[in-house]
């Protein structure tokens, strides 16, 4: 068979040929290191001994969300239970996933898990009237995806109008992953943002599933938190701002 160009033929052996005696790419000089593809995964940095402390507490965790989802998996309160999970969720995704790991983050992640399980199986979400860490379960694959959420100033839960719901969208970071975002994206510090804490709004960060520029499944999320916040709280749809990156 001859493949043709013009008035050109070149036989289509005589391609593969001239590929295949291509010259070699140049060895790595002695003394560099190979270039890293930054998108790969790094170790944890953590310890053999930090590893087993950090799964031993999963384990725990795991059970006291088991436990939750088996007396109160349904209703208005299953979303109290992935406020719970998000913070399994942040710990074990790290470190399966061999990402570079927070040793104080994780551990504090662990224990606000662990407090919010105890309250939650007396009955209690203290969390809802403050400024913090919440989720939901994902409609894609059922998993925990945080967002940050302000109450508005001088809350009260008892008020019945409806308040403004401003979301801000992160900018890209390839180290956002769900421990890092739900720990370093801020309820006070609003500076450089077109939006700012008031007694007639709420405000939501949600985590978009990683630095993917709220796109496909971080779409999803973003739509999904905004849901989750208006089944939570009052919200008036007709005032839903967004904003950010």
Same mark, same amino acid.
């Given at each position: &068979?001859?493949?043709?160009?013009?008035?050109?033929?070149?036989?289509?052996?005589?391609?593969? *040929?001239?590929?295949?005696?291509?010259?070699?790419?140049?060895?790595?000089?002695?003394? @560099?290191?190979?270039?890293?593809?930054?998108?790969?995964?790094?170790?944890?940095?953590?310890?053999?001994?930090?590893?087993?402390?950090?799964?031993?507490?999963l384990a725990k965790l795991g059970d006291q969300i088991a436990a939750l989802k088996k007396t109160r998996g349904a209703g208005p309160e299953y979303d109290r239970i992935a406020d719970v999970e998000v913070f399994w969720s942040a710990v074990?995704?790290?470190?399966?996933?061999?990402?570079?790991?927070?040793?104080?983050?994780?551990?504090?992640?662990?224990? &606000?898990?662990?407090?919010?399980?105890?309250?939650?199986?007396?009955?209690? +979400?203290?969390?809802?009237?403050?400024?913090?860490?919440?989720?939901?379960?994902?409609?894609?694959?059922?998993?925990?995806?945080?967002?940050?959420?302000?109450?508005? $100033?001088?809350?009260?839960?008892?008020?019945?109008?409806?308040?403004?719901?401003?979301?801000?969208?992160?900018?890209?970071?390839?180290?956002?992953?769900?421990?890092?975002?739900?720990?370093?994206?801020? +309820?006070?510090?609003?500076?450089?943002?077109?939006?700012?804490?008031?007694?007639? @709004?709420?405000?939501?960060?949600?985590?978009? @599933?990683?630095?993917?520029?709220?796109?496909?499944?971080? $779409? +999803?999320? *973003?739509? $999904?938190?905004?849901?989750?916040?208006?089944?939570?709280?009052?919200?008036?749809?007709? @005032?839903?701002?967004? +904003?950010?990156?």
């Amino acid at each position: &068979m001859r493949v043709f160009h013009r008035s050109t033929s070149v036989p289509l052996f005589g391609v593969l *040929v001239l590929l295949s005696q291509a010259p070699p790419s140049p060895p790595p000089q002695a003394g @560099r290191a190979p270039a890293v593809d930054p998108y790969l995964p790094r170790p944890t940095g953590l310890s053999e001994a930090d590893l087993a402390a950090l799964r031993s507490g999963l384990a725990k965790l795991g059970d006291q969300i088991a436990a939750l989802k088996k007396t109160r998996g349904a209703g208005p309160e299953y979303d109290r239970i992935a406020d719970v999970e998000v913070f399994w969720s942040a710990v074990h995704n790290q470190i399966e996933h061999n990402e570079r790991t927070d040793l104080a983050r994780a551990n504090r992640a662990l224990q &606000m898990g662990f407090d919010r399980a105890d309250q939650l199986a007396q009955g209690q +979400t203290p969390w809802m009237t403050q400024n913090g860490i919440h989720g939901f379960y994902s409609r894609i694959d059922g998993s925990a995806q945080p967002y940050i959420l302000n109450v508005p $100033e001088d809350f009260d839960p008892a008020d019945r109008p409806r308040r403004r719901l401003d979301v801000f969208l992160h900018g890209r970071d390839e180290g956002t992953y769900d421990l890092n975002f739900m720990f370093t994206k801020s +309820t006070t510090n609003f500076n450089g943002m077109p939006l700012h804490p008031a007694v007639d @709004r709420f405000i939501l960060q949600p985590f978009g @599933r990683y630095s993917n520029a709220s796109r496909f499944a971080g $779409e +999803t999320d *973003v739509l $999904e938190a905004i849901d989750a916040v208006k089944q939570a709280y009052r919200i008036d749809d007709n @005032r839903v701002v967004m +904003t950010g990156f």
